[in-house]
């Protein structure tokens, strides 16, 4: 979150703090409702699909489109985009300049995809906060955010980083990160009789062992889908570059029906399509107040997480509230953080240039 709170830490602050709210709307451990105002549809809370796509895509749309609906005003005609000339090709100089981004958000990737439960949206917010941190624009060139490409290196390089590494404790603690691909996969060799555990990884003399057999299985698909994504999804992806040229009044109702047809078939409820658009009124709003929308969105998937853990310890230091400061090890990680915080709001390179 420190990485990402863009130019006032005060504001980035404050967008955490609204993320951990909106993630507190369900009912409680307890079954009582919190936060639901009496409506049956928030019992369950917000899905994170929709706060995510909600803040991050449909917020940026509907700038985009009041945007286009103030041009339109002040010149009395829709603006139209100047033809792109030159080749859209990387070349060797390009792929130098990216491959820092890449490297750094592939480790990114790599440890949140280890860590069980956490899936590739959170990689791809943190990798994409990594990258606009080392991104030093040259004057003419664009920042993160208004069409940088080591923005895009940045977010893809940790989003598929996440999957190999989301192996490691779907088959070591039958836990999956990312829920829509690795909890079919799960499903499809539970039926088969592959159970996930401690003992997949069990090499063994005498015996063979099944579930070790289907864990190089594994392995081995993904490096034949890797080579595919390569080759096949290469060459598909530079014929889809053609849409780099579509007019924006054209792209983005497209872009907005297919991200609410997205969120609809996840959740298959028109009341989480609602909630999109109310994160994405949300997320419109942040981008007119100059708030970053990232520590929202980490603040929002992690609060989950959070709430387990202060819950654990709770139970477990019967109830002290003092119990983060009882031990050296927590102390340490508490100055470790105020450290962090500290390294990421000195010399950011946002604050510089409002300054200047």
Known sequence: IAAGVGASPAKGVLAACLGLLCAAVATGEDGYPRLTLGLDALAGGFPVV????????????????????REARDRGAAPVAAPEAGSARLRRA????????????????????????????????????????M????????????GA???????????????????????????????????LILAADSIGGFNPGPSVFRFTEDVANPE??????????????????????????????????????RLLPIVLLLTL??????????GAVIFAIG???LGWAMRRLEISVLPFVIAFILAGNLEDAVRSAFAVTGADPWFLFRSPISIGFLLASVGVVVFFSRGRPETKERKA
């Open 135 to 146: 991104h030093r624009p040259a004057p003419g060139e664009p920042r993160f955010g208004e």
């Open 212 to 249: 070790l057999i289907v864990a190089f299985g594994f392995f081995t698909t993904m490096v034949i889908a890797n080579l595919l994504n390569w080759t096949v999804g290469g060459a598909f992806m530079r014929g889809v570059g053609v849409m780099a040229r579509v007019p924006k009044r």
């Open 50 to 69: 929709t706060a995510v796509l909600g803040v991050l895509i449909l917020g940026e749309v509907f700038a985009a489109l009041e945007d286009l609906w």
């Open 149 to 183: 490409p080591e923005g895009i290196a940045a977010t893809e390089a940790a989003n598929s980083a996440v999957s190999g590494a989301n192996l490691i404790p779907v088959l070591s603690l039958g836990i999956p990160g990312n829920v829509a691909a690795v909890f």
């Open 261 to 270: 047809t997205a969120i609809y078939v996840q959740e298959t409820n028109m």
């Open 279 to 281: 994160f994405g009124l």
């Open 94 to 133: 390009d792929l130098r300049r990216l491959a820092p981004y890449i490297g750094t958000s592939a480790v990114v990737g790599t440890v949140v995809g280890a860590l069980p439960g956490i899936g590739s949206t959170l990689a791809a917010t943190l990798g994409y906060a990594a990258g606009r941190r």
